[in-house]
Nanobody, 126 residues
Framework: VQLQASGGGLVQPGGSLRLSCAAS????????MAWFRQAPGQEREFVAT????????YSADSVKDRFTISRDNAKSTVYLEMNSLKPEDTAVYYC????????????????????WGQGTQVTVSS
């Protein structure tokens, strides 16, 4: 599976961005997808995950009510809509994927994911 993340950039506090991650190499609707982020000097942390048909999704408490994960299986793409961005959201954002049999399965830990994109930088600053 190859994952290509895009959509990062520089945004002012309170602004919005939408990240995209396009997948290829495997049937997309068999993949649980997630977003993680890593700030300088910190460990990679969970942001959001969505089940392979989009029936279940979860976000970290730090981004809940601000970030929304979604997917378009016809386009083999997962999205992360980020609103009300804060300086502490500054990080490299990575998409990740893992095959799953059950349609409602999601994974929260980075160790469970088999495939990773290259990352896209998000900087929130005035």
């Amino acid at each position: 599976v190859q994952l290509q993340a895009s959509g990062g950039g520089l945004v002012q506090p309170g602004g919005s961005l939408r990240l995209s991650c396009a997948a290829s190499g495997r049937t997309f609707n068999m993949l649980v997808m997630a977003w993680f982020r890593q700030a300088p000097g910190q460990e990679r942390e969970f942001v959001a995950t969505i089940s392979r048909i989009g029936s279940s999704s979860y976000s970290a408490d730090s981004v809940k009510d601000r970030f929304t994960i979604s997917r378009d299986n016809a386009k083999s793409t997962v999205y992360l809509e980020m609103n009300s961005l804060k300086p502490e959201d500054t990080a490299v954002y990575y998409c990740a994927a893992k095959s799953a049999f059950n349609s409602g399965t999601v994974y929260f830990k980075r160790e469970y994911y088999d495939y990773w994109g290259q990352g896209t930088q998000v900087t929130v600053s005035s």
